[in-house]
Each structure stands twice: as structure tokens, then as C-alpha cells.
């Protein structure tokens, strides 16, 4: 792979996931503030996505 190719390969996976990252925020803040009913599976799975949560559960072990 070209480094060209690897660096859009890069940039297209950054841009993935830190777009997953703010539609998990979203999510959990619509569900919460809204009482939207969402399904709750879903927004324990966007809240354990976040970053900031995953560095508190590492700390907290």
C-alpha cells in the first residue's frame, strides 16, 4: 500500500469513528433528556463507546 492509500485509508477510519463516537453521544443525551423510551440495550452500548467512559472503567478495576 501507497502512502497516499494508507493515508486516506487512515483519515477515512478516523472520520468512522469519531462519527460513531458524537451519534453515541447524541443518542444517549436524546434518550436521557428527552425520555424518548429508546431501547435501553442501545444506550448502555453508545454509553460504553464513549471514551470517557471507557477510561473510567479502566481505572476503576
Known sequence: MKR???FLLGNC???T???IMVI???YNICNHVFQLNLPEYLARV???T???TLI???FAQ
Open 24 to 26: 453515541s453521544i447524541a
Open 17 to 19: 469513528g469519531m462519527a
Open 56 to 58: 473510567k472503567q479502566g
Open 4 to 6: 497516499k492509500q494508507s
Open 46 to 48: 453508545s454509553h460504553k
Open 50 to 52: 464513549n471514551l470517557g
Open 13 to 15: 477510519l478516523m472520520v
